[in-house]
Each structure stands twice: as structure tokens, then as C-alpha cells.
């Protein structure tokens, strides 16, 4: 296969969009969408990126040799299979608005997305402080967690900034992306570990003033 079959072939099976991986990569749709067309080619840099996001080698992503296979670590494990997953689940519920329910526990928001057999619920105290926790499960068993609790530290917090940020999460970056900044907001996280057990704090600056800040920690259950 040519580079753009493969890269097709790779995002399909990641069930990654064009727009999502766009995103991932910081650059436009369109760029994508030429890669995917034949009509370029991504520099080293993005070629880096793409090597990453689907953990496959360089070498497999730029030779056209027909008998090129995927590396073992191209397949999917159950860990990263988890966290695709539940960052579409997290881009789709409080980060959007959607798919809230019917509160749990006494004035707790919860948030609830399935897919596939796959279970995301959110489910939070509070407001301007509050606690948390998101957790996954796939045909009834837990599998992954991770409790948060963070606080807003004056009026320049803006929620919709917050909820912006936590969109553009990923799969290597549970709560947000490690800097993103619009207009005046800038956020950034530390995170220490993996999916398998890591811990974070994250926060939001307006006009260099801190104003949000949250610590998040979690992994795998069994």
C-alpha cells in the first residue's frame, strides 16, 4: 500500500476522524484530507506525530513496498482500544454539553455515553470546588478510572474555556491537551505516568493571572 491508503486504513481502524486527527496534529482538515487524496505529503515532523498517534514505525508509514506490514505494536491493545474510547466519551458529554442524566447521588451531575459495549459515566460534586470521578467499563466489568477535584480562584474562570480545553484531550492527555490557549485563556497540564496509573494537575491562566486549577489522578481496575 502507498502512503495515503495506509494512513486511511490506520485511521479507520482507530475510528479517528479527519477533523480529530487534524486536531491532533494542529494543522487543517484539508491537509489531511490532502495526504489521504495522494495530492501531498506530511513532512518529518508530522510523519513523527502520525507514527506515534498509531504506533507504527516510520519506515512502515513511508515505503510503498506491498508486502510492508504493520509492526505487533500497530495492533490495538486493550489499554489504548479503552482510550480511544473513552476520549470520544469524554469529548461528548460535560466537554460538549451532552449526555447528561439523571443525578446518582444528591445534586451530582452525571454525564453517561455508551458505544459498542463500552460504558463512560462522569460524575461530579460541586461547582466552583468540586470532586469527581470518570470511570469506564466494557460488557459490564470496570476497567479504568480516574478521580479529579479542582476549584475556580476568581471571576476571570471561564467554564466555557474549560470545556474547549478538555475537548482537545487525548489519548496520552486524560483530562486536556498539555498547553492550548484561546484569546486570553491558556491552559496546561502535568501528567506523570500513562493510562495505566498516572496522576496530573492542570490549570488556567487569564491574562497570566491564575484562575482555575484541578488535580487528577488514576488507571487501570481490576
Not at 491493545?77 to 469524554?90: I, P, V
Not at 463512560?120 to 469527581?132: A, M, R
Not at 470496570?142 to 474547549?164: I, Q, T
Request: proline share 3%; glycine share 8%.
Amino acid at each position: 500500500m502507498n502512503f495515503n491508503e495506509k494512513l486511511k486504513a490506520l485511521r479507520a481502524r482507530q475510528r479517528i476522524t479527519q477533523e480529530e486527527l487534524s486536531e491532533r496534529l494542529g494543522i487543517s482538515r484539508q491537509a489531511v484530507a490532502r495526504w489521504e487524496s495522494a495530492q501531498a505529503f506530511p513532512d518529518i515532523q508530522n510523519l513523527c506525530e502520525l507514527s506515534s498517534i498509531f504506533c507504527v514505525s516510520l519506515d512502515y508509514l513511508v515505503k510503498n513496498s506491498e508486502c510492508e506490514k504493520a509492526p505487533a505494536c500497530g495492533k490495538i491493545s486493550a489499554m489504548h482500544e479503552l482510550a480511544l474510547f473513552r476520549t470520544k466519551a469524554a469529548k461528548n458529554t460535560y466537554a460538549a454539553g451532552l449526555c447528561q442524566v439523571e443525578s446518582c447521588r444528591p445534586e451530582s451531575h452525571d454525564f453517561r455515553f455508551e458505544e459498542d459495549g463500552w460504558l463512560y459515566i462522569d460524575t461530579y460534586l460541586g461547582g466552583e470546588k468540586f470532586s469527581g470521578e470518570e470511570a469506564v467499563w466494557k460488557g459490564g466489568t470496570p476497567l479504568w478510572a480516574m478521580n479529579y477535584s479542582g476549584r475556580v480562584l476568581n471571576e476571570n474562570f471561564s467554564g466555557d474555556f474549560l470545556k474547549l480545553a478538555l475537548r482537545n484531550c487525548t489519548e496520552e492527555f486524560p483530562r486536556g491537551p498539555r498547553n492550548f490557549s484561546a484569546e486570553e485563556f491558556f491552559y496546561k497540564t502535568e501528567l506523570q505516568g500513562d493510562m495505566e496509573w498516572f496522576w496530573g494537575f492542570e490549570e488556567i491562566f487569564f491574562r497570566d493571572e491564575k484562575c482555575y486549577e484541578c488535580h487528577y489522578h488514576g488507571g487501570a481496575v481490576k
